[in-house]
């Protein structure tokens, strides 16, 4: 068995926890304290979560999309993938090691993905982008924590309380779609998005997409108007 190797760690804003590379022969893993957070075997919901939210928005032709954490980058390829050439994508990544990671020794798993002329990464807060993108954005896909209970840093919890699905909402175009990854079901998260004017879906993804894997669990919330719900929210 080839062990693991640290290559980096990394603070994360807010949080309590460092961030930590791993790799081990080709394998990449980064963790959080004892919790792996992403592995580069398993990219099947996380890609998933991209060709779920593009399909929403197919037919659109320039469309916009937020990725909230680049990660290793399985959302960001899969929804350029998805997407035409007229495409603007938005990928938001709090920690700038993560970038960093993505150039230097995770530069094999990204491709040429970071050089698309469709792509544009901002190292910042998701929630600033959001804020300060209102009625921008085809689609907004959150993928910066292990769900909506914000486990990386407090601050994130805030992104899928009401006030945060209510600004999300607000940066989204008509009909514009919230696509949210999670490790696991939230009932109450479901409800918190129809609240904030959302449609909501709730679909289960593989972790390693049809190899199997974990079951995770991908929310779609369409974006619903005046035109259809007698009022906005």
Not at 75 to 85: E, H, Q, Y
Not at 90 to 95: G, M, S
Not at 113 to 121: A, E, K, M, N
């Amino acid at each position: 068995m080839i062990p693991w190797t640290l290559l980096d760690t990394a603070p994360v804003p807010g949080g309590a926890e460092e961030l930590r590379l791993k790799r081990r022969g080709a394998e990449f893993s980064i963790m959080l304290g004892n919790n792996e957070l992403m592995n580069s075997r398993l990219s099947g919901s996380e890609e998933a979560l991209a060709t779920l939210a593009c399909a929403k928005i197919a037919g659109r032709a320039q469309p916009r999309a937020l990725i909230g954490g680049l990660g290793m980058g399985f959302t960001l390829r899969a929804a350029l993938g998805a997407l035409g050439a007229k495409a603007q994508i938005t990928v938001a990544e709090l920690v700038p090691a993560v970038v960093a990671w993505a150039r230097g020794p995770m530069a094999e798993v990204f491709g040429d993905s970071l050089t698309d002329p469709r792509v544009r990464i901002e190292v910042e807060d998701v929630g600033r982008a959001i804020r300060s993108g209102r009625g921008f954005y085809d689609a907004i896909l959150l993928d910066v924590d292990n769900g909506p209970e914000g486990l990386t840093r407090e601050a994130n919890g805030g992104l899928y309380g009401e006030g945060g699905l209510r600004e999300a909402r607000a940066a989204l175009r008509p009909a514009g779609v919230l696509a949210v990854w999670s490790c696991a079901p939230d009932r109450a998260f479901s409800a918190r998005l129809r609240k904030a004017g959302f449609r909501v879906e709730e679909v289960k993804a593989r972790a390693n997409g049809r190899g199997g894997g974990a079951r995770h669990v991908i929310w779609l919330a369409t974006r619903v108007d005046s035109r259809t719900r007698g009022g906005d929210p």
